[in-house]
């Protein structure tokens, strides 16, 4: 069993940055693929980034490639998203999950979720 607590959102402006933060219980961290996902309303759960088991691998959304670093500290059951100039587009419930078959792009993927964290950018 996997849980995933994210921390980190918030309001924001435009063009400014935020860093979100997903800490794992268990001692398997070292072993899923990390993944971030958001939801804005009224709309279907989209990918936004994934991190390989070691942290080597990663993969972007278009829409957050360039702005948007996925990392991880294993030692510490962390992994982060550092969003930089945010738009209000980027405005979402972001999620972290967990997947340990390699999933990437579709939350099927993935095996354990977090609660998500509101992320609000105003024009």
């Known amino acids: 069993q996997v849980q995933l607590v994210e921390s980190g959102g918030g309001l924001v402006q435009a063009g400014g940055s935020l860093r979100l933060s997903c800490l794992a219980s268990?001692?398997?961290?070292?072993?899923?693929?990390m993944g971030w996902f958001r939801q804005a309303p009224g709309k279907e759960r989209e990918f936004v980034a994934r991190?390989?088991?070691?942290?080597?691998?990663?993969l972007y959304a278009d829409s957050a490639k360039g702005r948007f670093a996925i990392s991880r500290t294993n030692t510490k059951n962390t992994v982060h998203l550092q969003m930089n100039s945010l738009k209000p587009e980027d405005t979402a419930v972001y999620y972290c999950?967990?997947?340990?078959?390699?999933?990437?792009?579709?939350?099927?993927?993935?095996?354990?979720w977090g609660q998500g964290t509101q992320v609000t950018v105003s024009s």
């Open positions: 999950a967990a997947s340990s078959a390699g999933g990437a792009y579709y939350p099927d993927d993935y095996n354990y």
């Open positions: 268990g001692r398997t961290f070292s072993s899923w693929h």
């Open positions: 991190i390989s088991p070691s942290g080597g691998s990663t």
